[in-house]
């Protein structure tokens, strides 16, 4: 995710990092040099295409407007409501934390090993569900926080934030088991766990269910055609101007196309999309230090203004 910055107006027409443009300068380049052609052979040949009125431009630019901003929603929407959810994701895994410290009894020997465990797996849960959403190898991250009898089963599990789940239920029940914790509190820190499932359960739906292909395929092909048949209604009108006039127009579309295509997927590695890292990083860091760890893992800091 790219870091909020406040650059100059200058340096604000110059900055590539988070802009769309790398991204769609080909069809910019496209749309802009069939402009500079047509606006050749109008110019050498005054007669090859007639004036035609730019009211139907207007309508048909209107109406794309609209499907791209319907779709510029929804997108956001979907990229909020990950964040939304990853936030609900920090607070659950810090309040379990609290909870195993605060009501586990530490008096028994085996307390402080169940707290550890407890929170050592929450960690590794935060970890699984990110690389399960990215479509990563997660073992490095994950593997120093599972208790190495559970290894053989973990690589083997067909959704491994699920079976994590599982081992903090596994967990929870044997604190039950050596009255390690009251009934009532028993109940809440489940409630804690079903929320984290909750979280995980909805993360798979954003990333599994992609907007409606029909749709996106509509809005690419209207926003072609309008690009390509532009700069036949404007070249009579602005001449040498239309290829300027033209590109910008397409830059101002195929933006909001690509920058919607990747907000869609909030879950991934793009400039725009959530740094789950870091997130993921931060929980780690709050809960060893919940623990009393001082060898913590340093902060992931942006680089050029992007945080992973």
Not at 153 to 158: E, F, I, L, N
Request: charged share 20%; glycine share 6%; proline share 6%.
């Amino acid at each position: 995710m790219i870091v909020k910055q406040n650059p100059s107006a200058i340096k604000l027409f110059f900055t590539l990092r988070g802009s769309i443009l790398p991204k769609v300068y080909p069809q910019i380049l496209l749309i802009g040099l069939i402009s500079a052609l047509i606006t050749n052979i109008q110019h050498g040949f005054p007669s090859s295409f007639s004036s035609y009125s730019v009211a139907p431009f207007t309508l048909l630019g209107i109406a794309l407007s609209l499907f791209l901003g319907f779709r510029n929603n929804a997108s956001y929407q979907r990229w909020w409501e990950a964040r939304g959810l990853w936030g609900q994701l920090v607070y659950d895994a810090r309040s379990l934390c609290r909870q195993a410290l605060s009501y586990i009894d530490e008096d028994k020997p085996i307390g402080r090993d169940t707290q550890r465990r407890l929170i050592h797996l929450s960690i590794a849960f935060t970890h699984a569900v990110r690389h399960r959403l990215r479509n990563t190898s997660p073992w490095e991250d994950i593997e120093r926080f599972v208790d190495p009898k559970y290894h053989s089963k973990m690589r083997q599990a067909k959704n491994l934030p699920d079976y994590l789940m599982r081992l903090m239920g596994k967990e929870l029940g044997y604190c039950r088991q050596q009255h390690l914790l009251s009934e009532q509190m028993v109940q809440n820190m489940d409630e804690r766990l079903n929320s984290m499932t909750v979280v995980l359960a909805a993360c798979e739906r954003i990333h599994n269910t992609p907007l409606p292909f029909a749709y996106t395929l509509l809005v690419h092909r209207t926003t072609y055609l309008y690009c390509f048949m532009l700069p036949f209604g404007l070249v009579s009108s602005l001449g040498w101007v239309t290829p300027l006039i033209c590109s910008v127009i397409a830059y101002t579309f195929f933006g909001l196309d690509a920058l919607s295509e990747e907000l869609e997927s909030p879950f991934g590695l793009a400039d725009n999309q959530l740094p789950l890292t870091a997130l993921s990083r931060t929980i780690e860091i709050n809960l060893l230090e919940a623990l009393g760890e001082t060898d913590l893992p340093a902060d992931i800091s942006p680089i050029k203004g992007y945080l992973p």
